[in-house]
């Protein structure tokens, strides 16, 4: 069963504490994995697209990595305006069509 | 301001009342879809569209109609609302008909259906 597995679901940092959120996946048919942030009461905000494995991305303070298996979002330095729900959402495709399968978000707390 | 608009933002309605969360968006995207969030399963995929007139279902499409008649709109209808389906509803856009890319969210639509 395609299944997308975020950990962990909370993470406390203090201001400046770098750390690594985890995205693992089980779907066949990988076109991409997505990373998106969400604060309170919004839709969620695209963050990254990584296609294939040993792909990285940037912005800002954030470094998203992808392997076969898993991905990761490293968040260097992270500032209390970091704090949001990370979410991580795959993309498999097959010949009748394709189908997004969310994560349930690891929330991010940074504090001052 | 490229968007995507949903409409209502908060909707309380009774079981069996038929309604339409309607969705637009300015940025001629091919890919629209609608998911619902909720606590503990995130967000799961309704319908998509990857253009005019082709709509498919995701995960979760039981109890839900949509359309496509239009490339800026999909309209989410729910024509005999159960309280299963309370829940926090995001409408979505991508530039390509795949859905790769990354998608723009409309900032949600809040139901509950006593």
Excluded at chain 1, 81 to 87: K, Q
């Amino acid at each position: 069963e395609d299944q997308v597995t975020q950990s962990p679901e909370a993470l406390r940092l203090q201001e400046g504490e770098s750390s690594s959120l985890n995205c693992s996946y089980t779907v066949s048919g990988l076109r991409g994995l997505f990373w998106y942030r969400q604060d309170p009461g919004k839709g969620p905000e695209f963050l990254f697209t990584l296609y294939s494995a040993g792909e990285e991305k940037e912005k800002e303070r954030l470094k998203a990595t992808l392997t076969k298996k898993e991905s990761f979002l490293h968040i260097t330095a992270p500032k209390p305006e970091d704090s949001a729900t990370y979410l991580c959402a795959v993309q498999a495709v097959w010949l009748t069509g394709n189908q997004f399968y969310f994560g349930t978000g690891t929330s991010l707390t940074v504090i001052p | 301001e490229a968007q995507v608009t949903q409409n209502p933002r908060y909707l309380i309605t009774v079981t069996g009342k038929k309604l339409t969360v309607t969705c637009s968006q300015n940025m001629n995207h091919e890919y629209m879809s609608w998911y619902r969030q909720d606590p503990g399963l995130g967000l799961r995929q309704i319908y998509y569209s990857m253009n005019v007139e082709v709509t498919d279902k995701g995960d979760v499409p039981e109890g839900y109609k949509v359309s496509r008649k239009e490339k800026r709109n999909f309209p989410l209808i729910l024509e005999s609302p159960s309280p299963n389906q309370t829940s926090l509803y995001f409408c979505a856009s991508s530039p390509h008909s795949t859905g790769i890319g990354g998608y723009t969210f409309g900032s949600g639509t809040r139901l509950t259906v006593v």
